[in-house]
Nanobody, 124 residues
Framework: QVQLVESGGGLVQAGDSLRLACAAS????????MGWFRQAPGKEREFIAA????????HYADSVEGRFTFSRDNAKKTVYLQMNSLKPEDTAVYYC?????????????????WGQGTQVSVSS
């Protein structure tokens, strides 16, 4: 079992920045895939970014590439999502997810562990 706890959400204005954190504990592995997703009211869960703990490649959604940055601190078993130039359409609950199979793609069905989510609200 892997436990994930997100933090760092809040209410900001358009153009501001936020950094989300996701602390992983339990049966983690360097081969685990870690992903960030978001879900706005009435919409499907949307992929944002993903990578493995040990890999060098990160995948991003087109909607956030260049504004959001995925990073990780392997020693702390924590992944981060740095969000810059936030827009009102970025408003959503943001979730961290883990795949023990090492998946780090766009399909949320492939991740078996999820955090509780953290709310990000961006005002215009």
């Amino acid at each position: 079992q892997v436990q994930l706890v997100e933090s760092g959400g809040g209410l900001v204005q358009a153009g501001d920045s936020l950094r989300l954190a996701c602390a992983a504990s339990g049966s983690t592995s360097d081969n685990d895939g870690m992903g960030w997703f978001r879900q706005a009211p009435g919409k499907e869960r949307e992929f944002i970014a993903a990578a493995t703990w040990s890999g060098y490649r990160t995948h991003y959604a087109d909607s956030v590439e260049g504004r959001f940055t995925f990073s990780r601190d392997n020693a702390k078993k924590t992944v981060y999502l740095q969000m810059n130039s936030l827009k009102p359409e970025d408003t959503a609950v943001y979730y961290c997810a883990a795949s023990s199979a090492g998946y780090y793609g766009r399909s949320f069905h492939e991740y078996e562990y999820w955090g509780q989510g953290t709310q990000v609200s961006v005002s215009s």
